[in-house]
């Protein structure tokens, strides 16, 4: 799953966790629906995996959807549009990535946002109050090579081209037109902590209208899995789901947090999963395949409930 394309570095991305993720996926789907799907780490992990050959990709964020359409259905116009630009760079590199900042927050470009967000710090995408986008240069680079981006961009696209459907809906729309036979992953991008806005997105989720709405999936009975909350060490981040959801919640030990790590502490991040009551019935005693980013060393485990949470427990 690691060496699986990924054509930009994008903050929050669940490509790292895809192959974690997966373990609690039904073995075949009729169509996997996100409808914050961001790069699409977990539909390329799907499609990779022959779960299903079939999704809708939706967000918020119009640029970015865009961009992700580009390079699905058109993958050489995208990355000879990103060679382009690149070479455009030389020889003032921050200067020219302003400039092509001002021209996206003009424009919103979504071939623009491909080299912003190449080039910008950590990958990460930020937009000020004004919807603009302001996010500065990673002075130390000038981005992925041109080559290395065309591989990337090919490679997401011999995954998903044809398959896809997108979309730049709110997720309640999307959520509102979903097929019975649908599998939905969603991570969405507020987690209860900054108010109602995410600073990736023009705006973010209230809090109590998710809950409402993941109310409504439960009483159609549909499956899902949600990215949520999690934990830094001894800090958790993010609301906790309430209880009367009857979601089973998964804690995955993803590893040593690098940003820790730079500041002399040797603190573990743990990622959340919140499984629907109808998934989470139909996986109880399911072995599954875990692979530790530790060790690296495979370890069946089969999955318990305890207290309403879900245990890994090693055989």
């Known amino acids: 799953m690691a060496n699986l394309p990924h054509f930009i570095q994008y ?33 390329v992990a799907t499609s990779a995996s022959q779960i299903t050959q ?50 996206f927050n003009e424009t919103n470009d979504p071939k623009l946002l491909l080299y ?9 995408v930020r937009y000020n109050s004004e919807g603009l986008f302001n996010q500065s240069p990673d002075k130390r680079r000038k981005g992925t090579r ?33 097929q019975e036979d649908d599998f939905i992953y969603m991570d969405p991008p507020y987690q209860g902590v900054c108010g109602n806005r995410d600073s990736r997105y023009l705006s973010g989720i209230d809090f109590d209208d ?60 743990i990622e959340s999963l919140y499984l629907s009551p109808s998934l989470s019935k139909n996986l109880m005693n399911t072995k599954i395949c875990d692979f530790s980013y530790i060790d690296q060393q495979p370890k069946q485990l089969t999955l318990l409930e305890t207290h309403g949470e879900f245990a890994a427990a090693t055989r």
Request: glycine residues 6%.
């Open 54 to 103: 079939s999704f809708w990709l939706n967000d918020l964020n119009h640029p970015l959807i865009k961009l992700l359409e580009l390079a699905v259905e058109k993958p050489d116009e995208i990355a000879d549009f990103y060679l382009e630009l690149w070479n455009q760079q030389h020889p003032n590199s921050v200067d020219h990535y302003f400039e092509v900042r001002s021209k």
């Open 210 to 269: 998710f809950v409402l709405v993941l109310e409504q999936l439960n009483r159609k009975g549909s499956a899902f899995i949600i990215s949520y909350d999690g934990k830094l060490g001894d800090k958790a981040f993010g609301k906790v789901l309430p209880k009367r959801l009857n979601l089973e919640k998964i804690e995955i030990e993803v590893g040593r947090s690098s940003q820790s790590t730079l500041l002399g502490k040797a603190e573990n991040t």
């Open 146 to 178: 041109p080559e290395t981006m065309r591989k990337n961009i090919v490679g997401v696209s011999s995954l998903l081209k044809s398959k896809c459907k997108f979309t730049n809906l709110d997720y309640r729309e999307v959520l509102e037109q979903i």
């Open 11 to 43: 903050q929050g991305s669940k490509r790292k966790l895809a192959k974690h993720i997966l373990q609690f996926f039904p073995k075949k789907l009729n169509r996997l629906v996100e409808p914050f799907a961001g790069t699409a780490a977990i539909s």
């Open 116 to 124: 912003l967000l190449a080039r910008c710090v950590k990958g990460s």
